[in-house]
Structures are given as C-alpha cells and as structure tokens.
C-alpha cells in the first residue's frame, strides 16, 4: 500500500502549486481521498476530500476558493491545485484516505503516506 505526495516547494506568496497523491497497492478508485497539512506547534488541518468519483468534494474554509481537489482514476492520482498561496498554507501536505466511498465529516486518515513540504515565503 501507497500514497506517496509530491509537488512541494518553495513558493511565494501569491503564487501557485500542483500536487500530486499518486496511489498503488489497493483499488484506488473505490475510496475517497484526503488531504490534510501538518505544521510544527499546530494541530494537523485537514485541507481537502475528493469522492470516488470526483462528484463531490470539501474544502477546509481557510482554503476555499484558492484550492481545487482533483483525481484521475485511470492514473491513480489525486491532484491539489494550489492558488493564491500565503505564509499560512506552509507544512507537509499529505494525501490519506479512510476507506470509505464518500468524504467523511469527520476523517481520521487512517491511511496516509508521506507527505510533500510546501513552503510560502518571500
């Protein structure tokens, strides 16, 4: 079993990234997918959830309209597209899942894998 994200990076502030969950070991497109940031001296966040199909999709408040969750079933990957980034947003971005269909309400990312470091700053 796999989820393995990358992407990460140093960015300015205002600037975008995209990254990437690529998943094997496991029938990826039966399961909803999460990501959630950890940050040193904070609580882990989590940022975005993306159903099987694509259909349905949440975003933590402090994200919304500035990320976009995305998956592509045939490449077992999920994809975040990070725009308008700030100071805020910096941490290890991982990508989990709880092996459910839909996102739940309340994830506990029973599985996740390692994550990518992105970094906002000028």
């Known amino acids: 079993l796999q989820l393995q994200a990358s992407g990460g990076g140093l960015v300015q502030p205002g600037g975008s990234l995209r990254l990437s969950c690529a998943a094997s070991?496991?029938?990826?497109?039966?399961?909803?997918i999460n990501w959630f940031r950890q940050t040193p001296g904070k609580e882990r966040e989590g940022v975005s959830c993306?159903?099987?199909?694509?259909?349905?999709?949440d975003y933590a408040d402090s994200v919304k309209g500035r990320f976009t969750i995305s998956r592509d079933n045939a490449k077992n990957t999920v994809y975040l597209q990070m725009n308008s980034l700030t100071p805020e947003d910096t941490g290890v971005y991982h990508c989990a899942t709880d092996w459910i269909v839909n996102c739940p309400a309340y994830p506990q990312y029973d599985y996740w894998g390692r994550g990518t470091q992105v970094t906002v700053s000028s």
């Open positions: 993306i159903s099987i199909g694509g259909d349905s999709t």
């Open positions: 070991g496991f029938a990826f497109d039966r399961y909803a």
